[in-house]
C-alpha cells in the first residue's frame, strides 16, 4: 500500500510539474522559447524526485522524448548511451523524457544500461514536445540545446549516428 501511494504522489507531483512548464511554454514569446522555457522544466525521476534541466545549463543537452513501446526510441538510445559515455566529459548531457509508465522505465533503462538520467513526463510530455516543435506529437523526439540556451536543432524520428555525430560535435567546437 506505501509502495501504491508513493507512485500515484509520484504521479500526481509529475503532471503537476509537466502542466507548469508547458504553461511556460504557452506563455513564453517565440523568442523567447529558444531553450531558455525548456531550462525551467522540472519532472521527476524515476524515484520520484523532481528534477530541473536547469541543473545541465551551460552543457550541449541532448533532451530525448521517447517510451518503452516505441520501437525507433529503443533502436536509437543505444548510441545516445554510447554519445553520453564518450562525450559527457566534454560537456554533453543526455536526458530522457519518458512518454511511460514509470515500471517500464526503469525496467527498460536496467536493460540497457542508461547512463543519464530520464525524466517521467508520462503522457502529457506529448503536449511538451508539441511546444517544442513536434507538430505530429510522434516519438522520439530530440531537442538539442547549445551551452548558451538556444535550440540547436529539433528532430523528429530516429537521429541516426551520423547526424548525431556531426550537431554534437559542431556545438562543442563552438563553445
Same mark, same amino acid.
Given at each position: 500500500?506505501?509502495?501504491?501511494?508513493?507512485?500515484?504522489?509520484?504521479? #500526481? *507531483?509529475?503532471?503537476? /510539474? $509537466?502542466?507548469?512548464?508547458?504553461?511556460? %511554454?504557452?506563455?513564453?514569446?517565440?523568442? &523567447?522559447?529558444?531553450?531558455?522555457?525548456?531550462?525551467?522544466?522540472?519532472?521527476?525521476d524515476p524515484?520520484?524526485?523532481?528534477?530541473?534541466?536547469?541543473?545541465?545549463?551551460?552543457?550541449?543537452?541532448?533532451?530525448?522524448?521517447?517510451?518503452?513501446?516505441?520501437?525507433?526510441?529503443?533502436?536509437?538510445?543505444?548510441?545516445? #548511451? *554510447?554519445?553520453?559515455? /564518450? $562525450?559527457?566529459?566534454?560537456?554533453?548531457? %543526455?536526458?530522457?523524457?519518458?512518454?511511460? &509508465?514509470?515500471?517500464?522505465?526503469?525496467?527498460?533503462?536496467?536493460?540497457?544500461?542508461?547512463?543519464?538520467?530520464?525524466?517521467?513526463?508520462?503522457?502529457?510530455?506529448?503536449?511538451?514536445?508539441r511546444a517544442?516543435?513536434?507538430?505530429?506529437?510522434?516519438?522520439p523526439f530530440?531537442?538539442?540545446?547549445?551551452?548558451?540556451?538556444?535550440?540547436?536543432?529539433?528532430? $523528429?524520428?530516429?537521429?541516426?549516428?551520423?547526424?548525431?555525430?556531426?550537431?554534437?560535435?559542431?556545438?562543442?567546437?563552438?563553445?
Open positions: 500500500m506505501k509502495r501504491r501511494t508513493i507512485l500515484v504522489g509520484g504521479a #500526481v *507531483a509529475g503532471l503537476s /510539474a $509537466l502542466a507548469a512548464g508547458v504553461a511556460v %511554454f504557452h506563455s513564453t514569446s517565440t523568442a &523567447q522559447r529558444d531553450g531558455a522555457a525548456l531550462l525551467d522544466v522540472v519532472l521527476p524515484e520520484g524526485h523532481d528534477q530541473a534541466l536547469a541543473q545541465w545549463r551551460g552543457k550541449v543537452l541532448v533532451v530525448n522524448f521517447w517510451a518503452t513501446w516505441c520501437a525507433p526510441c529503443r533502436q536509437e538510445m543505444p548510441q545516445f #548511451v *554510447a554519445a553520453q559515455a /564518450a $562525450l559527457g566529459s566534454k560537456g554533453i548531457q %543526455f536526458v530522457g523524457i519518458a512518454v511511460d &509508465q514509470v515500471a517500464k522505465v526503469t525496467e527498460f533503462s536496467e536493460q540497457i544500461g542508461l547512463n543519464y538520467p530520464v525524466l517521467i513526463g508520462g503522457f502529457g510530455a506529448i503536449e511538451l514536445s517544442l516543435g513536434n507538430s505530429l506529437s510522434a516519438l530530440t531537442v538539442i540545446v547549445d551551452r548558451h540556451g538556444r535550440v540547436a536543432q529539433r528532430h $523528429l524520428g530516429p537521429l541516426v549516428q551520423p547526424e548525431l555525430d556531426r550537431v554534437l560535435h559542431g556545438l562543442l567546437k563552438r563553445a
